[in-house]
């Protein structure tokens, strides 16, 4: 049972839904827009369409998990599949690149959703917590007229988990993803090459049982944080023996664990 002031945020959140007709939700397969998928195929079942950009800064199983989760709810998934992107930044990965790829990214979808459905609103996952100053994207979406029902409801992270927990969702407590460019310090170009580094680290990192994982790429150097919950078993045994030659073998030369674990900031 969702306490009071949570249950009355996620009413506010399909009344408002209901009030706008027919939208299409900038689906990431985070929990964020997944409540908004919830919510909206509450009003609309059957009608209801989520959009998902498949770029080099997704990783493919998130994209494949964001096709697993609409078919569980029976929702229409349009793919945008996005070999490279057009603004000169975003690869030269300069300090407007999150607001330039967003821009890039939302009016993809926005066009994809208008050409094959007709449907001029589209929906994003920024909620009550996310501060426009600390997220270059929220400015894109504003610009865009991306509408954030999630924002507008006052839900915060922790209330959407909750709520996705309360509907029997599986996906309720999944760790935080970001796009791989947040891997990449700030003004080193972003490359193919790059990105597949970090991906296959990664994912050899969650073959070993880690579930909150970033490897930070710094040419040679892979930076692996792993949540503070689980650093203490990432230095027992033989673990961080085979944490080094899996991410070794993905084509860093040196390995090292930021003792601080990660800490969100994916900038």
């Known amino acids: 049972m969702l306490p009071g002031e949570t249950k009355r945020k996620f009413e506010a959140l399909k009344s408002f839904l209901a009030s706008l007709g027919r939208a299409a939700v900038a689906f990431s397969g985070g929990a964020d827009s997944l409540l908004l998928l919830h919510a909206l195929a509450c009003n609309r079942p059957g009608e209801t369409v989520a959009v998902t950009a498949a770029t080099p800064f997704l ?18 998934h349009l793919l945008v599949e996005r070999a490279s992107f057009v603004g000169e930044g975003i690869l030269a990965n ?30 994003d996952g920024t909620n009550a917590d996310d501060r426009a100053e600390d997220r270059p994207g929220t400015r894109a979406a504003e610009e865009l007229g991306v509408i954030s029902p999630l924002r507008e409801a006052g839900l915060g992270k922790g209330e959407i988990r909750l709520i996705l927990r309360a509907l029997g969702s599986p996906s309720y407590d999944k760790p935080p993803e970001s796009c791989l460019a947040t891997r990449i310090p700030p003004g080193r170009p972003i490359t193919a ?8 680290a990664e994912e050899a990192m969650r073959d070993l049982g880690f ?23 990432f230095l027992a045994g033989d673990v961080m023996d085979e944490a080094a030659r899996r991410v070794r073998e993905t084509g860093f030369t040196f390995v090292t664990l930021d003792l601080a674990g990660y800490g969100g900031n994916d900038g």
């Open 59 to 76: 990783p493919r199983r998130e994209v494949e998990a964001a096709r697993r989760l609409t078919a569980q709810l029976g929702v229409e």
């Open 94 to 123: 300069t300090s407007e690149r999150c607001y330039l790829c967003k821009r890039e990214i939302l009016g993809a979808l926005g066009e994809a959703a208008r050409e094959r459905y007709g449907i001029d609103i589209l929906l």
């Open 193 to 200: 090459g790059d990105l597949a580094m970090v991906a296959a």
């Open 211 to 233: 579930r909150l994982v970033r490897v930070r790429h710094h040419g040679d150097l892979a930076r692996i944080e792993v949540g503070r919950g689980e650093r203490a078993r």
